[in-house]
């Protein structure tokens, strides 16, 4: 009665969209190992969310909706994880390689003496045991790693390596509720706040992103009298009033360079790159950035990459697609209404 | 109080990293730093030790080679340097190494604290921070971005926890493990001084065997690198006034289906 499990991450009782893709890349793992394919929800509202999961291509779910597990929290989320895995060793668990999602395989690897693979962007099966291609020297190369111990296989899958399946609607899962392992009293963890961030659409999930540079302080309009760090005030300008606008017409997330980050333009949760968070959307517009190795690392697997910057000398150009040289404060308002002509909105 | 910090030694981040022929990475003469993440750890532990009256260890996996970073901390003021190194651990991926790191943490024996930046540059898996905390049993505080309060008689901590969706505020118990982000602290840069010291510096390698433990088993392996497929850099310049180059890329991006 083995399986492959995946669990499907969630915030405030809804699905995140990687763990779809998480749930595809499973379902591949169940297939050549010929077991079902089981969804883990834990936390709030997962009843609902492992019916969605069903619609998804789960045959089966495992569910533990409990007030300890509420919000994400690493001590009672991987002693739950650890003790289904000893229960019942699965072939293998999958889940997105998302921050949350990377500590709780890593945490349940390690409590199980487990093989984990992680950042997956390509999975094979060879005797039993999965090999992934994944990503080195932070993107720089590529690299094959394999499990080479027996058990459970934990594997991380990267955001939009895998594509999620059609949604079928009425699909059925049989659901199992499961019991959390640590009461409340055992946790040592307590949350006591959460600020959510205005506006952020997730960077590492967005089919299209456009991002701003150190350029982005060139703006023309002139900050209100006094104001202590003008060219702050510019670029914050410039993000909020001229970027925001094309990104919200796209349907777009909004991404940096570290140096925009650095100058306090924007906060580091935007920052693409090396440091920052690797992506790699449909389409990625750079505007005033000038293509340091750094930033090339998180962007360079875009499919389709714009360059707006005003030196046609810059090297972002050598990897774009498509180079318009100009000032990105003329060019990018009439982008704006261009989409908005053409996509009628 | 003892703050125990993990390094390890990585190509500069502008090295243009390679597969050469026999399969093997190459950054050229690239310099080999610090892993630049774990330089925020670092500055914390130094900062944590001075407010408390404490001192700091830091401490790396691995060949003769992550003695460079070993000597930045120094440099920057951590008080002493372990490199824990093994023919055993030859070939070991993250979870033989996590139960190297526990160990070693373990025969430290008074560690309040332990700090890992938050990932490595080159291997990039942030593996290394759960499973070692998970080998010593502590809690995991990960993508810390500010430590509000910690009271190292009383054993609490109160972060702040960079997440997806925003900031989380919570209070956990001492031991901990913590990831910390770069919003955390300004990482200074090592002194003149520091940097005479800590080439002069004698750092001891532990073994296994000063560990107390066997040859931890590797569950994964790396078996290839390769060079990424070569981009497609065929790039068109459009140009013209901004409306005309806007409309243009509107026709080219619509063709291409991205829109
Ligand atoms: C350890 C380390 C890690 C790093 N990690 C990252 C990382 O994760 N991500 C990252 O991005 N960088 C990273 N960097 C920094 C990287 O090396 C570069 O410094 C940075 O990417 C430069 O950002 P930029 O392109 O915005 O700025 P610049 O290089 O200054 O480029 C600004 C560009 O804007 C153009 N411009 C100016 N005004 C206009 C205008 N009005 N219209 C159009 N174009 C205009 C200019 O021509 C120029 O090309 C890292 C560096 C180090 C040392
Ligand atoms: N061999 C090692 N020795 C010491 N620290 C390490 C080692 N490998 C990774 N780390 C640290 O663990 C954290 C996560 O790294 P990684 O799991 O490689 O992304 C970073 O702070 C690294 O510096």
Same mark, same amino acid.
């Given at each position: 009665m ?7 991450e ?5 699905a995140?969209?990687a ?7 499973g ?42 597990? /509420? ?8 002693a739950?994880?650890?003790?289904l ?7 293998a668990?999958?889940?997105a390689a998302?921050?949350r ?8 690897a ?5 093989p ?7 999975l ?34 990267r ?19 499961? /019991?959390?392992?640590?009461?409340? !009293? ?6 006591? /706040? ?15 992103i ?19 760090k003008? !060219? ?20 777009a997330?909004?991404?940096?360079s ?7 333009y ?18 990625y517009?750079?505007c ?9 690392a ?12 005003k030196?046609?000398e ?9 180079g ?22 | 109080?003892?703050v ?7 190509p ?9 022929? $026999?399969?093997?990475?190459? &950054? ?27 001192k700091?260890?830091?401490i790396?996996?691995?060949?003769? +080679?992550?003695?460079?970073?070993l ?9 002493? %340097?372990?490199?824990v190194w ?9 979870? $033989?190494?996590?139960? %190297?790191?526990?160990a070693?943490?373990n ?5 309040? +604290? ?5 990932? $490595? ?16 049993? &502590?809690t995991?505080?990960?993508y810390v971005?500010?430590?509000?309060a ?9 972060v702040?926890?960079?997440l997806?969706e ?18 955390? #602290?300004?990482?200074r ?12 510096? #004698?750092i001891?390698? &532990? ?7 066997? %040859? ?17 850099t065929?790039?068109?310049m ?10 243009? +890329? +509107? ?9």
């Open positions: 083995s399986a492959v499990f995946v669990w499907i969630t915030f405030n009782g809804k995140i969209p763990s779809w893709e998480a749930l595809a890349a379902k591949t793992l169940a297939d050549q190992f010929g077991v079902p394919l089981t969804a883990l929800v834990f936390g709030q509202n997962a009843a609902a969310v492992a019916a969605e999961a069903a619609t998804y291509g789960a045959s089966k779910a495992l569910v533990s909706d409990d007030a300890t597990l /509420a919000d994400f929290r690493l001590e009672p989320y991987a739950l994880l650890t003790k895995v000893q229960d019942s060793s699965p072939k668990v999958a889940a998302t921050s999602g990377r500590q709780l395989l890593a945490a349940s390690a409590d199980t003496e487990s984990m693979l992680s950042d997956v962007l390509r094979t099966v060879a005797d039993d045991k999965a090999s992934a291609e994944r990503p080195a020297y932070a993107g720089k190369v590529l690299s094959d790693a394999a499990v080479t111990a027996d058990g459970t296989q934990f594997v991380a899958i955001s939009r390596a895998f594509k999620a399946a059609e949604p079928q609607a009425g699909a059925q899962a049989e659901v199992t509720t499961v /019991a959390p392992v640590l009461s409340e !009293d055992q946790i040592a963890t307590k949350v006591e /706040a959460f600020e959510a961030e205005v506006g952020t659409v997730n960077l590492t999930d967005a089919g299209i456009v991002s701003g540079g150190r350029g982005m302080a060139n703006n023309p309009k002139e900050p209100p009298a006094g104001t202590d003008p !060219d702050v005030w510019k670029a914050q300008d410039g993000f909020e009033n001229v970027l925001k606008p094309m990104a919200d017409a796209l349907g997330a909004v991404g940096a570290r140096a925009a980050v650095d100058a306090g924007i906060p580091y949760a935007h920052q693409v790159g090396q440091t920052g968070k690797v992506v790699s959307p449909d389409l517009i750079a005033g950035i000038s293509g340091a190795i750094q930033h090339q998180g962007m360079r697997t875009s499919k389709i990459i714009v360059a707006i910057n030196d046609p810059s090297p972002i150009f050598k990897m774009a697609r498509y318009l040289v100009g000032d990105l404060y003329q060019i990018v308002p009439a982008l704006t209404e261009e989409i908005k002509k053409r996509l009628g909105k | 109080m003892h125990v910090v993990f390094t390890r030694s990585t500069d981040t502008a090295a243009r990293v390679e597969v050469d022929g $026999s399969g093997k990475v190459t &950054w050229g003469d690239a310099a080999t730093v610090v892993n630049p993440w774990d330089e925020y750890a670092l500055e914390e532990a130094i900062l944590q030790a001075k407010a408390n009256g404490g700091t260890t830091v790396a996996i691995g060949p003769e +080679l992550h003695n460079e970073a000597k930045h901390s120094l440099a920057m003021g951590i008080d002493e %340097a372990i490199r093994d023919d055993g651990l030859e070939g070991g991926d993250s979870l $033989s190494y996590a139960v %190297a790191a526990a070693a943490v025969k430290l024996g008074d560690v309040d +604290l332990v700090l890992f930046g938050k990932e $490595s540059v080159d291997v990039g898996t942030d593996q290394h921070i759960y499973q070692t905390a998970r080998k010593l049993g &502590w995991t505080l990960a971005s500010k430590i509000h910690v009271d190292y008689a009383a054993k609490t901590i109160r702040e926890l960079l997806e925003g900031k989380q505020t919570v209070a956990s118990k001492l031991p901990a493990v913590i990831s910390v982000m770069k919003d955390i #602290n300004e990482p840069y090592p002194s003149f001084i520091g940097i005479r010291k800590a080439s002069k510096a #004698n001891p390698v &532990w073994s296994l065997a000063e560990l107390g433990i066997g %040859a931890p088993a590797p569950t994964t392996q790396v078996t290839a690198y390769r060079n990424l497929p070569a981009r497609e065929k790039t068109e459009i140009e013209g006034t901004p409306q005309e180059q806007a409309a243009a +890329l +509107l026709d080219r991006l619509i063709e291409e289906k991205v829109l």
